[in-house]
């Protein structure tokens, strides 16, 4: 029964959504549901659907940690984060970075352009050119599409029909412009699948190789944004000098290559660009004076 | 405040304790040297050589300048390494202790004990896992958003200025 009421829904939405065309917050949903004919067009996800995952991704992800309570922090990182991924190539997206209360090390990237670091992996850096270097490696995961190829490669959830029933309720959804409406998610159950979609990815992580592309791709980023270029090696320094047992690096080191092996790969390219003349700022005061809250 | 004696005073404090007993338990930053290198005078390709270093000598770290640290050989020695050079030696965790607050570990007391902080929260598999959606988080979270153009005015305030950079060709 339950099945059959999916469906009708479903066939609700696609009927409604392809018989006119119709956009919200500039959302064209006709097209957002031809797109699901095949899972995606072109092999590639669409904007809408990478912002609708990253929404509900990153909604989880703060069900799992609180945010750190201190505006004036949150506003730094997102001052940092947001000059740096002005440097990338994706700089039109709507980048949000805060800050998670949580003692434990770690940083998060979600599609569309969410990053989230930890207050414990903040306590642990010396200056604003080793914010800016995580930050630039999570920007990075987000330009390069990483977490939207894994989901495409597991190929685990039925994306489409998911999204078409979203794609009904933002319709229904009152036409109140104030930036990306999230009163589809507050109608809109997420189902099951998505929601283990989301803990699946952040639990086991990357492929190696896309967390060694996030750190060269990361250097760049930063080194743009006119950070000092040893930023990254510095933080990759600082962990590989934590005892790899301690609790609060578990998920780090079970979602992330050794920082000894990522530093050793990072070397040659750290390496270029000093050949290169590259210097750039380390900002170490205005850090302290930002993190004090911490 | 004027930066030379915000560092003076930085070594300063951390030269005693150091010359008493050189070991990592109160939070001192305890480097390793990883390979054969030159200790210099200045933190410059092409400085005066004034020591050379040996493979697991071991060394403190008192502060960086670019790919640099400054390191303290003994009570009587200290000059510049090549960032890459070092690493940091292993110890147990205790928050904060590697960081910006490293430094001051020596005026604080040594005992920082991890579940004394309040709010301790981890973020480990489980917590993950059992988490469902919070919108309200998430608009919080949008609210927090930086425009452009603040980020623009930020990096004016601390004098970055972006630079045109390619990125590098992948080492085989």
């Known amino acids: 029964m339950k099945h059959l009421m999916q469906n009708l829904l479903l066939l609700m939405a696609l009927t409604l959504t392809s018989s006119c065309k119709m956009t919200v917050q500039n959302i064209d949903l006709g097209r957002l549901v031809d797109v699901g004919k095949g899972l995606t067009t072109q092999g590639e996800i669409s904007l809408e659907k990478e912002m609708l995952l990253g929404d509900q991704m990153t909604a989880v992800l703060l069900g799992a940690v609180p945010l750190h309570p201190d505006k004036q922090l949150q506003q730094y990182v997102n001052k940092v984060g947001r000059w740096v991924a002005q440097q990338s190539e994706r700089s039109l997206l709507p980048w949000n970075f805060a800050v998670l209360d949580s003692t434990d090390l770690n940083a998060f990237a979600m599609p569309s352009g969410y990053v989230l670091i930890t207050k414990g992996l903040l306590q642990n850096l010396h200056s604003e050119s080793e914010l800016a270097a995580v930050l630039a490696h999570e920007i990075a995961h987000i330009t390069q599409k990483h977490h939207l190829k894994e989901i495409e490669r597991q190929n685990s959830m039925d994306l489409m029909s998911n999204l078409a029933m979203v794609a009904s309720d933002v319709y229904q959804a009152k036409q109140n412009n104030k930036g990306r409406s999230l009163d589809y998610l507050k109608d809109q159950q997420i189902t099951e699948r998505l929601l283990g979609a989301t803990h699946e990815l952040y639990t086991k992580g990357l492929r190696k190789e896309d967390e060694f592309e996030a750190d060269r791709i990361g250097l760049v980023l930063a080194a743009r944004a006119d950070y000092d270029i040893y930023g990254l090696a510095v933080v990759m320094q600082t962990l590989s000098a934590i005892d790899p047992e301690d609790s609060h690096m578990a998920l780090l080191f079970a979602t992330h290559p050794q920082p000894s092996e990522r530093l050793k790969l990072l070397s040659p390219y750290i390496n270029k660009l000093e050949q290169q003349s590259v210097i750039g700022k380390m900002a170490q005061q205005r850090f302290e004076l930002n993190t004090q809250a911490l | ?172």
């Open chain 2, 1 to 172: 405040m004027n930066v030379k004696y915000f560092w003076l005073g930085k070594v300063i404090l951390l030269c005693i304790p150091f010359s008493l007993c050189a070991s990592s338990e109160n939070g001192n930053s305890s480097g390793i040297i990883v390979k054969a290198a030159s200790l210099q005078e200045r933190p410059q390709l092409g400085a005066k050589a004034i020591a050379q270093l040996v493979a697991e000598q071991k060394v403190g770290i008192l502060q960086r300048e670019g790919g640099w640290y400054q390191i303290a050989v003994d009570e009587a020695l200290n000059g510049w390494v090549k960032l890459l050079s070092v690493r940091f030696e292993k110890s147990a965790y205790r928050p904060g202790n590697m960081g910006v607050s490293a430094l001051w570990s020596v005026v604080k007391s040594g005992h920082s004990d991890v579940t004394a902080t309040t709010g301790v929260r981890g973020l480990g598999e489980e917590d993950i896992k059992k988490a469902s959606a919070n919108i309200e988080a998430l608009k919080i979270m949008q609210g927090y958003e930086v425009k452009p153009q603040q980020a623009q005015e930020f990096a004016q305030s601390g004098k970055l200025k972006a630079r045109k950079l390619a990125y590098l060709e992948t080492v085989k």
